[in-house]
């Protein structure tokens, strides 16, 4: 273990856990909630930041139209939702929708850019401006609520704090299935086998005869489905609103900077840290909430440049 | 300066210097310029005033007298709203143009730094919120708030030159979305989701810069002291070390310059302009509030600086013209609410077809139909 890290570790993790112990003996009910309330939320931004630091693993790209993709998937599954009353199909549209709007933009913008990094995230900005402003076009302003299926709805109770909403516990555990996939996708499977080669050496991969092309679709469209996913799934946690986008978009940045670019399980100890901090922050000091995410990832930044799990070179 | 710019200044140099330039070594350049024989034959004046009106072309005379008449012949609303808005929305692209232009350091939070000395402005001088305003007079107020702005740029700064091209932007967009936030939530200092408002110009002896051409000429005069501080320090040595390190950081750090200390020597510099910028928009819109610098607000100072092309310090300007030309009369053309489509739209096409912006489209343009013309102009060097 580098001092870097050594020095990042007792920094953030010692009065982490001090403040943590405090909290536990101060008010068990309230920690344990917000403790479960912020895996939820991590969960939500583990689903949306994956997608993220997988796209820039293999691309190099950094896809400010992320928090777009979010919402268009948001949008689309509420609509599919709507119609057919199923909550299921509206999670899979919602994938499917910003799956093929992902892979559009990868073959229209991005493959004509190839390896002119600036002028990609350029491009992905002026497609968030324009998409965010369609969006707000087409589904105005209001607030767009989903209904999840009854045996996800209610609450259950678990012990200590005696009620908790059901499908908090269920986000948390797609997440946990999304990542257990990812994870078995990359290190189990032949596509996932050219991903992570990919993400080492695009060119190497190139020239032992791989299509790079389609690979980077295929991640590209995996990515955006995430995102797309993680549209509903939060939608239904949440809501779903304009601004959405943008609230997603710099979530994903900040998981990604602190966990490290292009690493899923960077994204998951990103994720985890930024969604408890936000959630501790709004219980135990409203006003300050976010300065606790910044804190966090100036800490990162200054000790680990490129995130926790980030590579050194 | 542009790489074409480079190839220029190099073949002019004197036969024995060439020997020693490579092709492609700013390195070389910035070292030669520091000899005293650093002058292209176009500086080769006499008396040290002819050499400084040596670079000042006739297309410069032209220029600066159409600024300076042009509130006579504009409107009031047309003097303020449309320029002195553009110069001051200019000023914060320059800083960026400046970063990202010449250090290579595309930096998203230039609008923060800016909306910090906004703030600062409205926390040290007067406001509508006598609570929070500590009613310091305007000049203490200013070089406070400028002095408070450029520690935060250099902060910002020593955070953002720790990671490389790509993460710089992220990076930035995140610092600038998560003061947003703070500026929401926070209430002791920033007074929360209201902000400040009735933050007026100062009265300054007889000049009342509440007037709209007084403040255009304000502005105007800071816009000028910001390009011409920009096009001066581009071929100083700091900024040749800056374009040196913009290109290969590795090569400009075994030859001896401290790469860090150029980056965030830019960025404090950046953080300058971007403060008078924020102080000359506070004034302008009377007001301070989160919405002032939300995402959007930090896009649109990125969509300018692009817009009008990052290669040259007039770009920002054009940009910042293009722009509020756009925000006040695309609403004729289409929809009230449909201005971040228009600007969307033209941004992307900007982006897709000509990446140097409008500048980039100038420079094709010329040369293709104007070469003739070019080649015999009194500006053009030969190549």
Same mark, same amino acid.
Do not use: E, K, T
């Given at each position: 273990m580098s001092r870097g890290r050594l020095a990042f570790w007792w920094l953030l993790v010692l009065p982490l856990s001090l403040l943590a112990l405090w909290g536990l003996f101060d008010d068990v009910v309230l920690f344990l909630k917000t403790f479960l309330n912020g895996l939820t939320l991590a969960s939500l931004y583990f689903i949306v930041a994956s997608g993220f630091t997988l796209v820039f693993g293999l691309? !190099?790209?950094?896809?400010?139209?992320h928090g777009s993709l979010f919402l268009v998937g948001a949008y689309v599954g509420w609509i599919v939702g709507d119609s057919t009353g199923s909550w299921l199909l509206a999670v899979l549209a919602g994938f499917i929708s910003s799956a093929v709007l992902g892979v559009a933009i990868q073959i229209v913008v991005f493959r004509r850019m190839q390896g002119e990094d600036l002028r990609q995230t350029l491009v992905t900005i002026g497609l968030s401006i324009v998409l965010a402003d369609l969006m707000l076009w087409y589904f105005g302003g209001e607030i767009y609520t989903f209904d999840p299926p009854a045996w996800i709805y209610g609450t259950m109770s678990l012990p200590i704090i005696e009620k908790f909403p059901t499908y908090r516990i269920v986000v948390l555990l797609i997440a946990i299935v999304i990542g257990l996939l990812l994870w078995g996708l990359l290190n189990g499977t032949r596509i996932g086998m050219m991903i992570r080669a990919g993400v080492d050496d695009r060119g190497m991969l190139s020239a032992s005869g791989v299509n790079v092309q389609r690979i980077f679709a295929l991640t590209f469209a995996l990515g955006a489905g995430l995102a797309g996913l993680a549209g509903v799934v939060g939608g239904t946690a949440l809501s779903i609103s304009p601004g959405e986008d943008t609230r997603y978009l710099l979530a994903s940045l900040v998981v990604v900077i602190v966990g490290g670019m292009g690493s899923v399980p960077g994204a998951a100890i990103g994720a985890l840290l930024i969604g408890l901090a936000e959630q501790f922050g709004q219980a135990y000091a409203p006003t300050y909430s976010v300065v606790f995410t910044f804190v966090i990832m100036i800490i990162a930044l200054a000790f680990r440049p490129r995130g926790v799990l980030g590579k050194t070179t | 300066m542009s790489a074409a710019h480079w190839r220029r200044a190099m073949n002019t140099q004197s036969p024995g210097v060439r020997v020693t330039?490579?092709?492609?070594a700013p390195v070389v350049q910035s070292t030669v310029s !520091?000899?005293? !024989? *650093?002058?292209t034959p176009a500086y080769q004046g006499t008396g040290w005033w002819s050499r400084l009106w040596a670079p000042v072309h006739l297309r410069h005379w032209v220029v600066m007298a159409m600024v300076l008449l042009y509130p006579a012949v504009a409107s009031p609303f047309f003097t303020y709203q449309i320029g002195a808005q553009s110069l001051a929305l200019g000023l914060i692209a320059l800083s960026l143009t400046f970063l990202g232009? *010449?250090?290579g350091m595309v930096s998203l939070s230039q609008m923060t730094v800016a909306g910090l000395s906004s703030y600062l402005i409205a926390i040290f001088g007067t406001s509508s919120m006598q609570a929070i305003s500590l009613g310091w007079p305007w000049w203490l107020a200013v070089l406070f708030a400028m002095l408070i702005s450029v520690v935060f740029a250099t902060l910002i700064g020593w955070l953002s030159i720790r990671t490389e091209g790509i993460h710089t932007i992220m990076i930035t967009l995140a610092i600038g979305v998560a003061f947003f936030y703070l500026t929401q939530q926070n209430y002791v200092l920033f007074n929360g989701f209201q902000g400040f408002s009735k933050i007026s110009a100062p009265i300054v002896g007889d000049v009342d810069f509440t007037n709209p051409v007084a403040f255009y000429f304000l502005a105007l005069a800071c816009a000028l002291g910001g390009y011409g501080s920009i096009k001066y320090l581009v071929r100083a040595p700091f900024g040749l070390a800056l374009q040196g390190i913009r290109d290969n950081p590795r090569r400009m750090n075994s030859l001896g310059f401290n790469v860090t200390a150029h980056r965030l020597a830019a960025h404090a510099f950046a953080g300058l302009l971007a403060s008078v910028g924020g102080i000359l928009l506070v004034w302008y819109n009377n007001r301070v509030s989160p919405g002032s610098i939300n995402t959007g607000a930090l896009i649109n100072i990125l969509v300018i600086a692009v817009l009008g092309g990052m290669k040259h310090p007039l770009g920002a300007f054009i940009g910042a013209i293009t722009f509020v030309l756009l925000q006040n009369f695309a609403i004729d053309l289409v929809d009230r609410q449909r201005f971040n489509l228009v600007i969307g739209g033209v941004f992307l096409l900007i982006v897709f077809?000509?990446?140097?912006?409008l500048l980039g489209l100038w420079h094709k343009f010329r040369s293709r139909w104007l070469v003739s013309s070019t080649a015999s102009a009194p500006g053009s060097r030969r190549s």
């Open positions: 691309m !190099r790209n950094v896809n400010l139209a | 330039v490579s092709a492609q !520091r000899s005293p !024989r *650093y002058s232009g *010449y250090g077809f000509s990446p140097d912006g």
